[in-house]
């Protein structure tokens, strides 16, 4: 699994924006953001810095990599996506996620799948 920092850096670093660069445009002390990409200090999760990082990476707001970038930074912090964390139905269903996972008996990938089939089930029957 990619971490927030490396993935921002893998993003910026393919559209060639220099860290300062990214910094500035970010009004963003460069000092403090190579922590971050590193991992030796934690994500931003504020959605307006999160969209200006989006903005200047040329991320849309609808697209997948922006999703992920969101997703990232929350999981960095420990933290469950807003957008989770406000439907019922998937909070529900974390105690079976970390119960399978917490197991003696690793779950194989078909046991993954069903149970992720499982909690679609829910985001249907809402």
């Avoid at 971050?36 to 931003?44: A, K, S």
């Avoid at 997703?71 to 998937?90: E, H, T």
Wanted: glycine fraction near 6%; aromatic fraction near 10%.
């Amino acid at each position: 699994m990619e971490y927030f920092g490396e993935y921002v850096k893998s993003i910026r670093l393919g559209k060639e924006i220099g860290l300062r660069e990214f910094c500035t445009s970010l009004n963003y002390d460069p000092s403090r953001w190579s922590k971050i990409e590193r991992g030796l200090i934690d994500p931003p999760i504020e959605e307006n810095l999160l969209n200006r990082i989006a903005y200047v990476l040329g991320l849309k707001l609808s697209s997948p990599e922006y999703k992920e970038l969101t997703d990232l930074a929350f999981l960095g912090r420990g933290k469950i996506p807003q957008d989770l964390a406000n439907n019922k139905k998937y909070l529900e269903k974390l105690p079976l996620v970390f119960r399978s996972l917490r197991s003696n008996d690793k779950p194989t990938k078909e046991q993954l799948l069903k149970l992720f089939d499982t909690i679609k089930a829910s985001e249907e029957s809402i």
